[in-house]
Nanobody, 122 residues
């Protein structure tokens, strides 16, 4: 199938920056949209940003102008550059991808990474 592995989380002071990466591996036929979600303690998981295979992007209002999503299709990798971080950005960040494994005979399915913690101190 398809595995997603995130990296780049950590502890940063308010106003700082972090760059998250998510690499897809496994038996991949194609990847459609990829994106980042986050979940803070006691809250529902929410979309942060996503990007189509053609490069069209979509952002949550709370991160517009501060976060930038990008992808390298040759590397099956999606990135999230996070600038001007705020304590409210503290959460576990999850990578998401809609991908077709193996061959055209298989359906597109949704895959999740294991999550990476981002903590922003005030």
């Amino acid at each position: 199938q398809v595995q997603l592995v995130e990296s780049g989380g950590g502890l940063v002071q308010a106003g700082g920056s972090l760059r998250l990466s998510c690499a897809a591996s496994g038996s991949i036929f194609s990847i459609n949209a990829m994106g980042w979600y986050r979940q803070a303690p006691g809250k529902q998981r929410e979309l942060v940003a996503d990007i189509t295979s053609g490069g069209s992007t979509n952002y949550a209002d709370s991160v517009k102008g501060r976060f930038t999503i990008s992808r390298d299709n040759a590397k099956n990798t999606v990135y999230l550059q996070m600038n001007s971080l705020k304590p409210d950005d503290t959460a576990t960040y999850y990578c998401n991808a809609y991908a077709r494994p193996h061959t055209l005979l298989y359906p597109v399915s949704r895959y999740w990474g294991q999550g990476t913690q981002v903590t922003v101190s005030s």
